[in-house]
C-alpha cells in the first residue's frame, strides 16, 4: 500500500508537469534539455509519470492490442483535457476544434472550444509534440475544410456568424477564386486546395500567430501567394502523427502517411518525436503492407480516401451541430468526387431524410439494393422516411426488418424527435427500431400492442 508521503510526490510531480509551458521549460527541471536549439523534455520525465500514473498512456505490451480511437477519447473524463488524457483523445480533440467555428451558432465566441484546445495543445507539448508545428501543418486540412463550409454555409442561410466582424474579410479572401456566380461546395473546398486562395491560406497558416490560426482571424494585410507552404516532408511527418492516433483504420489514413508508417515499422526512417509516444500505438508491418497494397489497386481514385475521409467527418460535425442544410452540402459534394461510394450515399440521405423524404428514399432503397454497409441502420432511415411520408404500414415493415438484421449490441447515428425539432445521436439499433415503431403503432391506435410490448425486454 502506497504511504501518503508516495502519494504527495506523484501528486507534486504530476501539477509540476501539468504547470511546464512548452514555449518556455522549467528552468530547474533536471529532465529538461535543448533540442534543436529549444528546451524541451527528456523521455525520463514523461516516463516517471507514466510509471507512477497509468490512465492515460498506453504501455507497449497495451499497445499490441487492437487501437480504437474513440473508445480511447470515451474513456476521458468530463472536463478540460489535461497531461493525463491519451495523446489520441489529445489529437481528436485538436482535430475538432481545428474544423469548428470559433464563434458558437448564437454568435458568442466558443469558449469552451478555445480553452479545451489549448489546454490539449500544452499537454502534448509536454510530451514532445510542437504545438506550433501540429497546428500549422498537422491539423491544416482539418482548418481549411472548416473554413470552405462555413463560407459555402453563409451563401445559404442567415446563420449569425454572417455577422462576425471576420466574416466580409473571408469573404473576400475566396472572392479571387470563387465568383459568386460560381459559388458551392465544391468549389469553395476546390479553393482551399488549388489555386490562389489556397496559397494564400497556406502563407496565412505558416505565418500567422498561433492564436489568429486557432480563432480563424484573417490577415490584416494582403498576402503574397506562397508555392513553398507547408509543403515537403514536414507536413507528411505531422499528417502522418495525426494519422496515426486520431484515425483507427488504416483505409482512412491519407497515401503519404500509409507510406511513412510502412518506412517506420521496418526502422528504414527514425521521425524526430519521443519513442515513448509513439509506442502508445504499435502496428504490425503486415498490416500496413496490406493497406498500401488495397490503396494501389484504387489509384483511379478522384480524390485520396483520406480527404474524402476528412469531408464527411466535417459533414458530421455540422450535423451534430444541427446544420442538416450545410451538412447535406458537403455531403453532396463528397458523392459528385465518387458517386459509387455506398457510405457517402448514405450519410448523404441520412442528412435530407428530415427536409426531402422522398428523394432520401429513392437513395436509401436503392442503396439497400446495391449492398448497404450497414443494412439494419438504412433499414431505420427507410422506416423514418416511410413514416414522414405517411406510409405507416411500410414504416412498420422497415422496423421489422431492421430488429431481424441488427447485430446485438450495435449502435449508429439515428433521428431522434425532441420537442422542438429531429436532432442526430448515437443510439442502439435494434432499441431504435422497437421504440420508433411502438411510437408509430400508439399514434395510429392500432388495436395490436406487440410493438408497444417489445421495449419492456430492453428495461428487463
Not at 118 to 135: E, K, N, W, Y
Not at 209 to 219: F, K, S, T, V
Not at 389 to 411: F, I, M, N, V
Not at 414 to 432: H, I, M, N, P
Request: charged residues 25%.
Amino acid at each position: 500500500m502506497r504511504s501518503p508521503d508516495f502519494e504527495l510526490k506523484i501528486v507534486s510531480l504530476v501539477r509540476y508537469v501539468d504547470a511546464c509551458s512548452p514555449a518556455n521549460r522549467h528552468g530547474d527541471c533536471p529532465f529538461a534539455v535543448e533540442r534543436q536549439g529549444e528546451r524541451t523534455c527528456r523521455e525520463e520525465c514523461r516516463g516517471v509519470v507514466a510509471s507512477l500514473l497509468r490512465r492515460g498512456r498506453s504501455t507497449p505490451e497495451q499497445s499490441l492490442h487492437a487501437f480504437d480511437a474513440r473508445q480511447l477519447r470515451l474513456s476521458e473524463p468530463k472536463g478540460a483535457p489535461d497531461i493525463l488524457w491519451h495523446t489520441s483523445s489529445l489529437l481528436q480533440l485538436v482535430v475538432a476544434a481545428a474544423r469548428a467555428h470559433p464563434i458558437d451558432p448564437n454568435g458568442a465566441i466558443n469558449l469552451r472550444r478555445f480553452v479545451d484546445v489549448t489546454s490539449a495543445l500544452g499537454a502534448l507539448g509536454c510530451r514532445g509534440l510542437d504545438p506550433d508545428h501540429l497546428v500549422r501543418r498537422g491539423v491544416a486540412q482539418y482548418i481549411k475544410l472548416g473554413l470552405a463550409a462555413w463560407i459555402n454555409k453563409l451563401q445559404r442561410s442567415d446563420d449569425p456568424r454572417g455577422d462576425w466582424e471576420h466574416a466580409n474579410k473571408w469573404r473576400t479572401f475566396f472572392e479571387e477564386s470563387v465568383p459568386s456566380e460560381a459559388a458551392s461546395t465544391m468549389s469553395y473546398i476546390a479553393a482551399t486546395l488549388h489555386g490562389p486562395a489556397a496559397r494564400r491560406l497556406d502563407t496565412w497558416l505558416e505565418s500567422a500567430p498561433l492564436e489568429d490560426i486557432l480563432m480563424w482571424r484573417p490577415p490584416t494585410t494582403p498576402l503574397e501567394s506562397s508555392s513553398t507552404a507547408l509543403t515537403g516532408e514536414a507536413v507528411e511527418t505531422w499528417t502522418w502523427i495525426v494519422d496515426r492516433f486520431t484515425q483507427t483504420y488504416l483505409d482512412r489514413w491519407s497515401l503519404s502517411s500509409l507510406k511513412r508508417e510502412y518506412s517506420f515499422v521496418k526502422g528504414a526512417w527514425n521521425p524526430n518525436a519521443p519513442a515513448e509516444l509513439l509506442s502508445e500505438r504499435m502496428i504490425a508491418s503486415t498490416e500496413v503492407a496490406t493497406a498500401l497494397a488495397d490503396r494501389t489497386l484504387r489509384n483511379d481514385d478522384l480524390i485520396d480516401p483520406a480527404m474524402m475521409n476528412a469531408l464527411v467527418d466535417q459533414a458530421l460535425a455540422l450535423l451534430q451541430d444541427g446544420q442538416r442544410n450545410a451538412a447535406a452540402a458537403l455531403f453532396e459534394g463528397a458523392r459528385l468526387l465518387d458517386p459509387a461510394d455506398k457510405m457517402t450515399q448514405n450519410n448523404y440521405a441520412f442528412c435530407i431524410l428530415i427536409d426531402k423524404p422522398g428523394e432520401a428514399l429513392r437513395l436509401l432503397k436503392d442503396l439497400l439494393q446495391r449492398g448497404a454497409p450497414v443494412p439494419a441502420v438504412t433499414l431505420c432511415n427507410i422506416a423514418l422516411a416511410e413514416s414522414l411520408l405517411g406510409q405507416t404500414r411500410a414504416a412498420l415493415e422497415a422496423c421489422e426488418q431492421a430488429c431481424q438484421s441488427a447485430k446485438d449490441g450495435s449502435t449508429a447515428i439515428l433521428w431522434q424527435k425532441s420537442t422542438k425539432d429531429w436532432f442526430a445521436e448515437y443510439t442502439d439499433v435494434r432499441r431504435w427500431a422497437v421504440r420508433f415503431a411502438a411510437e408509430l403503432e400508439e399514434a395510429e391506435n392500432a388495436s395490436s400492442s406487440q410493438w408497444r410490448r417489445r421495449p419492456e425486454q430492453f428495461e428487463a
